[in-house]
């Protein structure tokens, strides 16, 4: 009896590894197709109802915590909302945004906070250098919060929150640079 008590010990510790791989290995994975400006790529990680939510700070301590009632830094919801933002990026059509400036995402301390049958949220520390022509070098760092849905291809991004450090922002900000 003991016997069939460790093996499963085990075996939902394997499981327990297997998530945290996958978990990271899929926020490594946005981070690099960000990166290398993979936009087609870069959507599919995210279910068709996702959110990609970067709050501002109510104040010193506190950000905002109502997307629909309350300032966004940027708030997208579905993946049409992220297919939007991409268009205007590709097609030239955002000013801020030319030339697109080129990241490396480092990404650090990531962890699961909470599963059920469906979901598994997750959150990891963040830090972006961006080159861009106009500014020069730019550093932000944060910390992200997801809750990825579990599907029949793995996981995928439902939501996204991004805490950025950040109560002013001195330039510009998008999507790929945080």
């Not at 936009?39 to 109502?66: G, H, Q, R």
């Not at 809750?147 to 996981?155: K, M, N, V």
Request: aromatic share 8%; glycine share 6%; hydrophobic share 40%.
């Amino acid at each position: 009896m003991t016997d069939v008590i460790e093996r499963a010990a085990v075996s939902g510790a394997e499981r327990d590894l297997m998530l945290e791989a996958e978990v990271r290995d899929l926020i490594y994975l946005e981070a690099d197709i960000l990166d290398r400006q993979r936009w087609k790529e870069w959507t599919d990680l995210y279910t068709e109802d996702c959110i990609f939510w970067v709050p501002s700070w109510a104040d010193e301590e506190n950000m905002i915590d109502d997307p629909e009632t309350e300032i966004n830094t940027i708030y997208l919801k579905g993946k049409a909302g992220l297919e939007a933002r991409l268009f205007r990026i590709t097609s030239r059509d955002s000013y801020a945004s030319l030339p697109l400036a080129r990241t490396s995402h480092v990404i650090g301390s990531v962890r699961i906070t909470g599963q059920d049958a469906s979901s598994v949220q997750a959150s990891a520390k963040w830090t972006v250098l961006s080159m861009d022509a106009r500014r020069g070098k730019m550093v932000r760092g944060g910390w992200y919060d997801f809750d990825f849905a579990r599907t029949e291809d793995g996981l995928k991004i439902r939501q996204k929150k991004i805490a950025l450090l950040e109560s002013m922002i001195d330039g510009t900000i998008d999507i790929y640079q945080i």
